[in-house]
């Protein structure tokens, strides 16, 4: 890289945000909907967590209440779509009963945590790593964390701000330091990112009509 991480970082959003504009993320209609769809993305894509969420929504299923009396049977058969949905199911109801037991059943007194940590809270729960965590921080607590997944990690280290295994949190860092601490661009850079890993920079890079050929 022939230019600071910093500058670099900030180009590549100028030229993608000039590209693409507004992604509008995050697609989901509260709180609670936003950390469902966090857990049930994990190694799915997004159309089939909307077939979850959908079901839920269906079966009036998108509260806490409903979700904790729900057994967790019930709720991988509706959560099916998203695929692993025995393995979320379980995850799913340990975070409600946390929320219920430890926060009286109301986000809003989870939400009260500051940043660092709501940030440990949610790691302690079953099936929440540093990718989900960051992704309820950032798009249903609206605090700035700054969302990592492959796609970040592919982008950055081809054209060589990290090394591939450079680990999550270094990563984070090395955005969250680089860029104005900002909820709204920290939202719409991931959106960005995932938009890029999707249409170009797939497994065998399409750097070809590419928003960051230029930086190549
Ligand atoms: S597709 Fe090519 S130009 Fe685009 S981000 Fe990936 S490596 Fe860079």
Redesign the pocket.
Known sequence: MDRPINLFLQSSFDSLFAQWGEQHWWPGETRLEIMLGAILTQNTAWKNVERAIFTLRKNKALNLQTLEKTSVEQLAEWIRPAGYFNQKAIYIKGMVKVICEQFDGLLDHLFTLDTPALRKELLSWKGVGPETADSILLYAGKRPAFVIDTYTRR?LS??GGCSEKASYDSLAKLFTDSLPENVTLFNEYHALIVR?GKE??HTH???KG?P??A??
């Open positions: 982008f081809r054209h890029l170009h920079c890079p399409q750097c590419c960051l050929e930086f190549l």
